[in-house]
């Protein structure tokens, strides 16, 4: 998948406020629309316009677009979006109008697609009675990162969102605001924490809406996530795995359990512990997987042993 450069497209400078970006597309769907333009890739180039400012003319998807930019993302590259990329951003619930987004690029949906998430779905906008009555503010919706940990333990966190602005001239601002958040113990990947009055304040009297957290966990070097499962590498050696043993595990809270090996056991065999995962109802289980670990033949002694295992083993990996 291409970064596509949305400036680059309607032809803008990166700073380009509000209006200019607005006058930049009339200017460019006047040339590309189908009904008027003769040139051959009209349409294709109306889609590109199209969506270039489905994202520039919004501040959320703006400002969460210009943080690629920052990180050194350009138009032509190949892409992947990097793991929590958005995290720390929130984005009010009003989610895509019907269809806006039929017609866009996988690059657009991959970024945007989501954006709003379950909040959106919640609120699609404004709640409220007869007009002129109160209405309900808007929910807001933010990703947050948390260390694996946290979904053993639960925690009280302090979590900084950026929310996107346009100042008098009309480009965008990020507003920060700090929240003390608790994490529940046995939180999931995607789990939503709701944190009540904390979206967009009501109109004519009308409750706030609700902020909705979006977990997620960041990337550990030791232990992954699958739902309440824990997954992890369980070095043993060549010993431990040829005779059996009992070798200690540290979990993510900090606890060590004792897990048996069985002999024989092979790099890449897999040994589930019930129940030792994210606490819940119920818990989910411990996933190890066996890495045999051969020490260093560095000493004579070392490669001493090693010569004679290989005289007096007759064992071929390659039969």
């Known amino acids: 998948m291409q970064f596509k450069d949305y400036y680059e497209i309607l032809g803008v400078p990166r700073d380009a406020s509000a209006d ?70 929130e984005f009010s619930g009003r989610g895509f109008p019907d269809g806006e987004s039929a017609d866009f690029s996988d690059f657009f949906a991959e970024l945007f697609g989501r954006m709003g998430g379950a909040a959106g779905a919640r609120n699609a906008g404004f709640g409220g009675h007869a007009r002129g009555g109160p209405a309900r503010g808007q929910d807001h919706h933010a990703k947050i990162l948390l260390g694996i940990e946290d979904a053993f333990l639960g925690a009280r966190r302090q979590v900084s969102l950026r929310a996107p602005e346009l100042d008098p001239q009309g480009r965008v601002v990020l507003k920060t605001r700090t929240l003390d958040v608790q994490i529940p113990k046995g939180v999931r990947e995607g789990q939503l924490i709701r ?44 010993w431990e795995a040829a005779l059996g043993a009992v070798v200690p595990v540290t979990l993510p809270h900090g606890g060590t359990l004792k897990v048996r090996i069985p002999a024989g056991a092979q790099s890449g065999s897999g040994l589930r512990v019930r129940g030792e995962g994210v606490p819940g109802d119920p818990a989910g289980d411990l996933e190890l997987t066996v890495r045999v670990v051969l020490p260093k033949a560095d000493t004579p002694r070392a490669k001493e042993l090693f010569e004679s295992m290989a005289r007096e083993l007759p064992f071929d990996p390659r039969a």
């Open 20 to 89: 200019a970006i607005k006058k930049a597309f009339r200017q460019l769907a006047r040339k590309y629309h189908p009904d008027v333009s003769k040139a051959p890739d009209a349409e294709a180039r109306m889609k590109e316009v199209n969506e270039a400012n489905a994202v520039l003319s919004d501040a959320e998807r703006r400002a969460a677009y210009d943080q690629l930019l920052a990180r050194g993302a350009r138009g032509g590259q190949e892409f992947e979006p990097p793991p929590g990329w958005d995290a720390g951003f």
């Open 195 to 238: 944190l009540s009055g904390q979206g967009s304040p009501g109109m004519g009297g009308g409750p706030a809406g609700d902020l909705f957290l979006e977990v997620h966990f960041e990337p550990h070097p030791r232990y992954a996530l699958h739902g309440r499962d824990l997954r992890m590498e369980l070095p043993v050696t060549p």
